[in-house]
């Protein structure tokens, strides 16, 4: 059975960071895709970062060169700093794995006060 567990969110002043993190259990970690997304109140969840089991990244352009994906494959945790965060990037946000299909955690949620 595979697990995500998110942690990490919370509440935090515009301009602050935050790290989020997200433990995989029941897959191997090495091999799978990760990935978060966000789902902000009244809009569809949106792709935040991704990065594949060779490390390459990708980025939504309203995050890009403020938050950082990183993976930890010997502790099965993929990571994503925000930097420079503003109240456009308060929102549920899950991570996800992907190897041959998709598996979700249960979202932490992040709230930016202006």
């Known amino acids: 059975q595979v697990q995500l567990v998110e942690s990490g969110g919370g509440l935090v002043q515009a301009g602050g960071s935050q790290r989020l993190s997200c433990a995989a259990s029941?897959?191997?970690?090495?091999?799978?895709?990760m990935g978060w997304y966000r789902q902000a109140p009244g809009k569809q969840r949106e792709l935040v970062a991704t990065?594949?089991?060779?490390?390459?990244?990708n980025y939504a352009g309203s995050v890009k060169g403020r938050f950082t994906i990183s993976r930890d494959n010997a502790k099965k945790t993929v990571y994503l700093q925000m930097n420079s965060l503003n109240a456009e990037d308060t929102a549920v946000y899950y991570c996800?794995?992907?190897?041959?299909?998709?598996?979700w955690g249960q979202g932490t949620q992040v709230t930016v006060s202006s």
């Open positions: 996800n794995a992907y190897l041959r299909t998709d598996y």
């Open positions: 029941g897959i191997i970690f090495s091999l799978a895709a």
């Open positions: 990065i594949t089991s060779s490390g390459s990244t």
